[in-house]
């Protein structure tokens, strides 16, 4: 079936440097993704979303970039501080509002 | 976590009970969803509702049940058919595509 998956399930960086977070996608029909932020005990928090019209949508410090041409998502975290220190996952969509998730990328950031 | 409640925070239940777990929204937001969540992984789908007194199973529906008997609230019970129940709840209410969480309740089955 459809899925959504992440290519690295941890990424480390330094306090400062811009991250990276990357999803592939399998669903060729999807018209709407999202990137979710979970800190530990808490749940889902939307970051970020775009739909498939789109090639980049720009939030604030946080860029989403979708390739549909190889079904590839990413988000890009400009001057990454501690508290973004989570587990991010990108979702996609389609019809009937049914969101599939990807397991997820601990993003850690190191000072 | 905006106008979503979650209640209780942590819960624990003996083998053999069943449990309902609360999502409260204020939100006005028409659909609804339960989720899965288990250490390491994603969130899988338990139940949703597009509209109230409607409700679908989602990709792992056997063991529990939901109503949908007012805008605000979609209660999920844990019966004793759930074999495996300890997980972390997550509840969403979406606007079109966008679904925004409540903050998950914690169940552990002693």
């Known amino acids: 079936g459809e899925s959504v998956g992440l290519h690295l399930p941890t990424l480390s960086v330094q306090e400062g440097d811009n991250s990276i977070i990357n999803c592939a996608y399998s669903?060729?029909?999807?018209?709407?993704f999202i990137w979710y932020k979970q800190e530990s005990g808490k749940g889902p928090q939307f970051i970020i979303d775009?739909?498939?019209?789109?090639d980049k949508r720009q939030g604030q410090r946080v860029t989403v970039l979708l390739n549909k041409t190889v079904k590839h998502l990413s988000l890009q975290i400009a001057a990454t501080q501690p508290g973004d220190s989570a587990v991010y996952f990108c979702?996609?969509?389609?019809?009937?509002?049914?969101?599939?998730f990807g397991a997820g990328t601990r993003l850690a950031v190191h000072p | 976590d905006g106008g979503i409640t979650q209640s209780p925070k942590y819960l624990f239940r003996k083998e053999g009970q069943n449990v309902t777990l609360s999502c409260e929204q204020n939100?006005?937001?028409?659909?609804m969803y339960w989720y899965r969540q288990d250490p390491g992984q994603g969130l899988r789908l338990i139940y949703y509702?597009?509209?109230?007194?409607?409700?679908q199973k989602g990709d792992i529906a056997e063991g529990y049940s939901v109503s949908r008997e007012k805008k605000e609230s979609f209660p999920l019970t844990v019966t004793s058919a759930q074999k495996n129940p300890t997980a972390f709840y997550l509840c969403?209410?979406?606007?079109?595509?966008?679904?925004?969480f409540g903050p998950g309740t914690r169940l552990t089955v002693l």
């Open positions: 969403a209410s979406s606007i079109e595509q966008t679904q925004y």
């Open positions: 669903n060729s029909a999807s018209d709407y």
């Open positions: 775009i739909r498939s019209n789109m």
């Open positions: 979702a996609e969509t389609f019809g009937y509002n049914k969101l599939i």
């Open positions: 939100l006005n937001h028409d659909a």
């Open positions: 509702s597009q509209i109230v007194n409607d409700f």
